[in-house]
């Protein structure tokens, strides 16, 4: 019936116990789930380093169509020092359309007038020095730069760059942009809540002459992460209620032949962008997440030196989207992406030309982020109820499986979808569920332990008490006897804790066990005689042996009790007690006539507390003396009886003592 209650009060409590658990994962889940929700920003870095860690796995081949015309260092030793005049730039663009580049984008400004140009150096001179040259021998088509570059330009399907501004104040008045015609397939109420595109409040541009000769224009703005690298580019932002293309989106239309593309938008924003029968993937605010084919120089590099000395063989232009920039020391733009934290500008439109191409887009979708929160809440409660049901093995193999599969489902579906969704916030939901609910688990568990150990201690209270009364039940002096010796012992021990020849020995533990233990020195008096326990005069020689034989009965009692319950400390002391509290520190005492330090440690302890306590109290054979009395005769027993540094000890806490004495007094 007892084992049965005790039974079900266990599984009681284990219940109470899992159902706190399972409470505490899912509180922690739905915590986390809230602070996505209002920070979710507080991962991004996680989430960054996933998704280049997904991306170097994920390259994919470049195209061969851009290819990117470099005013490198080897131009700038043949042909001069940058800015070249613009006659050298219109020279350059007029041998790309020739070699049968499909269309061209500028990665650079001409915002002002060409100061190589004759034109503009005669105005100098004259202001400047008030000097009139009239250049007669100049022909007047050699006379202005610019508008050698105008005509160019004028010739051909070439792309100007230029940037926009997000400044207040920036002037944009003289500018002359080529804004993109967007038919929108979609709801209303997306564009109505909110803009779907990057708004730009100025713009750094090209001179107007140039801009009516182009083909068109592109921006040519990148926006890095938080972190600093450059994952996604905008494709299309707005400026004065119009939609204005990228350099590449723009070089790439004219290259395709495209006038105008579709947007499609839901109810959150902007979702794809069509360009003829090609669906891209579009941010929520217009950009495009850039699969980066490695480092720097994926694409070729062809000289603008062997463009302009004609070295270059035929075929490598023809058909091919042309992008004209610089990676000449000083002068190239860079940009750190996933792969190299010195990737050129320039290749920046390359890379989204070739995505667009190859059709081989990341996506993001708008359900995306929900999915992450909803895999934290199902992670959270699948955790949660793992750790609160099953052991710590088996829950840390599951567990384990569970992020192994949605860490390899993210991977999946970025390398054969294209799409990202990041595992970042479920996984750390997993983790830190683990980590708390086992930590919680653990404190649950080390309180039992705490609680079975203050169990046992009562129990083995209990059972010395138990014995030590069987002890009272043989010898009616035995009872308080008992009580006082054991204070005795503890003031002994406390005090020699703190000399060095007992340090080692006595820690709080081991004074613990000696203060539960020492009830039981004389548990083998219950194997004496009445006739000898009981006699009220002195003992014969013969019975003086037989109750000798005490500490024998008492060593070989908590002997047999130590075998059944193995190496347990606190019996070990207790039979060390009850076996040598009557050996002698000059060898002359019983059972075995152990000397100086063969005597136990217990066993000295336990000699002169049993002593002192025989000394100072009524017995059938003899009466009580007084404290002090005792006092000397323990003194003149020093190193002949007891332990010369035991009876030091005893001296300097005689007083405590004496208080023990007077409140133990027998009846």
């Given amino acids: 019936m007892v084992?049965?209650?005790?039974?079900?009060?266990?599984?009681?409590?284990?219940?109470?116990?899992?159902?706190?658990?399972?409470?505490?994962?899912?509180?922690?889940?739905?915590?986390?789930?809230?602070?996505?929700?209002?920070?979710?920003?507080?991962?991004?870095?996680?989430?960054?380093?996933?998704?280049?860690?997904?991306?170097?796995?994920?390259?994919?081949?470049?195209?061969?169509?851009?290819?990117?015309?470099?005013i490198d260092e080897k131009s700038l030793k043949q042909y001069g020092q940058w800015p070249w005049p613009r006659y050298r730039i219109a020279t350059l663009l007029d041998?790309?359309?020739?070699?049968?580049?499909?269309?061209?984008?500028?990665?650079?400004?001409?915002?002002?007038?060409?100061?190589?140009?004759?034109?503009?150096?005669?105005?100098?001179?004259?202001?400047?020095f008030g000097v009139e040259l009239d250049f007669r021998e100049v022909p007047q088509n050699l006379r202005d730069n610019d508008q050698s570059l105008a005509?160019?330009?004028?010739?051909?399907?070439?792309?100007?760059?230029?940037?926009?501004?997000?400044?207040?104040?920036?002037?944009?008045?003289?500018?002359?942009?080529?804004?993109?015609?967007?038919?929108?397939?979609?709801?209303?109420?997306?564009?109505?809540?909110?803009?779907?595109?990057?708004?730009?409040?100025?713009?750094?541009?090209?001179?107007?002459?140039?801009?009516?000769?182009?083909?068109?224009?592109g921006f040519f703005n990148v926006s890095p992460e938080t972190d600093g690298i450059l994952r996604s580019v905008p494709l299309i932002m707005e400026h004065k209620g119009k939609l204005y293309p990228s350099l590449a989106l723009e070089t790439l239309m004219k290259a395709l032949c495209v006038n105008?593309?579709?947007?499609?938008?839901?109810?959150?924003?902007?979702?794809?962008?069509?360009?003829?029968?090609?669906?891209?993937?579009?941010?929520?605010?217009?950009?495009l997440l850039i699969r980066f084919r490695g480092k720097g120089k994926t694409f070729d590099y062809v000289s603008a030196a062997d463009i302009l000395s004609d070295r270059i063989r035929d075929g490598k232009i023809q058909g091919k989207i042309v992008?004209?920039?610089?990676?000449?020391?000083?002068?190239?733009?860079?940009?750190?992406?996933?792969?190299?934290?010195?990737?050129?500008?320039?290749?920046?439109?390359?890379?989204?030309?070739?995505?667009?191409?190859?059709?081989?887009?990341?996506?993001?979708?708008?359900?995306?982020?929900?999915?992450?929160?909803?895999?934290?809440?199902?992670?959270?409660?699948?955790?949660?109820?793992?750790?609160a049901w099953i052991g710590a093995g088996w829950s840390s193999l599951l567990l384990g499986v569970v992020g192994v599969g949605v860490w390899q489902a993210s991977a999946w579906t970025f390398q054969n979808e294209g799409v990202f969704i990041s595992p970042v916030l479920p996984l750390i939901v997993l983790v830190c569920n683990f980590s708390i609910l086992t930590f919680f688990r653990f404190w649950q568990e080390e309180q039992r332990v705490k609680e079975?150990?203050?169990?046992?201690?009562?129990?083995?209270?209990?059972?010395?008490?138990?014995?030590?009364?069987?002890?009272?039940?043989?010898?009616?002096?035995?009872?308080?006897?008992?009580?006082?010796?054991?204070?005795?012992?503890?003031?002994?021990?406390?005090?020699l804790k703190n000399q060095p020849r007992f340090s080692p020995f006595l820690d709080d533990e081991t004074i613990d066990l000696l203060w539960k233990s020492a009830p039981l020195h004389d548990i083998g008096k219950v194997g004496v005689s009445d006739r000898i326990l009981l006699k009220p005069g002195r003992l014969t020689e013969q019975e003086f042996e037989e109750?000798?034989?005490?500490?024998?009965?008492?060593?070989d009692t908590i002997l047999a009790a130590e075998r059944k319950l193995g190496n347990n400390s606190f019996l070990r002391v207790a039979r060390e007690i009850a076996y040598t509290h009557h050996e002698r520190w000059d060898g002359s005492g019983?059972?075995?006539?152990?000397?100086?330090?063969?005597?136990?440690?217990?066993?000295?302890?336990?000699?002169?507390?049993?002593?002192?306590?025989?000394?100072?109290?009524?017995?059938?054979?003899?009466?009580?003396?007084?404290?002090?009395?005792?006092?000397?005769?323990?003194?003149?027993e020093k190193g002949s009886h007891f332990d010369p540094e035991v009876v030091d000890a005893f001296l300097e806490v005689r007083e405590n003592f004496r208080q023990v004495a007077v409140k133990y007094a027998d009846a």
């Fill in 3 to 70: 084992d049965s209650e005790s039974r079900k009060l266990i599984i009681r409590r284990d219940r109470r116990n899992r159902s706190r658990v399972l409470l505490y994962g899912i509180l922690f889940s739905l915590l986390l789930f809230s602070l996505n929700l209002v920070k979710p920003t507080l991962s991004d870095f996680l989430h960054y380093r996933f998704y280049d860690l997904l991306l170097s796995a994920n390259r994919g081949k470049p195209s061969s169509v851009p290819v990117i015309v470099d």
């Fill in 95 to 128: 041998k790309l359309r020739n070699l049968g580049a499909l269309s061209i984008g500028l990665d650079m400004l001409f915002a002002e007038e060409d100061r190589a140009s004759i034109h503009s150096i005669r105005k100098e001179l004259s202001r400047d």
């Fill in 151 to 217: 005509k160019a330009l004028s010739r051909g399907s070439i792309v100007l760059g230029y940037q926009f501004l997000f400044d207040e104040g920036s002037d944009s008045e003289n500018c002359l942009l080529h804004p993109i015609h967007v038919n929108k397939l979609g709801h209303d109420k997306a564009e109505r809540d909110s803009p779907l595109f990057i708004h730009a409040r100025g713009v750094s541009c090209n001179l107007k002459m140039f801009s009516h000769a182009a083909a068109g224009s």
């Fill in 260 to 287: 105008d593309v579709l947007l499609k938008t839901g109810r959150n924003g902007v979702d794809s962008l069509y360009l003829n029968q090609t669906a891209i993937p579009l941010t929520s605010t217009g950009g």
């Fill in 323 to 387: 992008f004209v920039g610089t990676s000449a020391s000083g002068l190239k733009e860079l940009r750190s992406t996933p792969f190299d934290p010195v990737f050129p500008g320039v290749e920046v439109h390359a890379t989204v030309v070739d995505n667009i191409l190859k059709k081989d887009f990341i996506s993001r979708p708008q359900w995306a982020a929900g999915l992450e929160s909803l895999g934290v809440v199902v992670l959270g409660l699948i955790s949660a109820f793992i750790l």
């Fill in 452 to 495: 079975r150990t203050r169990e046992l201690a009562m129990v083995q209270e209990a059972t010395i008490e138990s014995m030590s009364s069987l002890t009272e039940t043989r010898d009616p002096v035995t009872g308080e006897h008992i009580r006082r010796t054991r204070n005795y012992i503890r003031l002994l021990a406390e005090y």
């Fill in 547 to 555: 109750m000798k034989q005490h500490t024998i009965y008492g060593r």
């Fill in 590 to 636: 019983y059972p075995e006539g152990l000397k100086g330090e063969q005597i136990p440690v217990p066993g000295r302890l336990m000699a002169l507390v049993d002593s002192y306590d025989a000394l100072t109290s009524n017995r059938v054979y003899k009466s009580r003396i007084p404290h002090e009395k005792a006092v000397e005769i323990i003194i003149e």
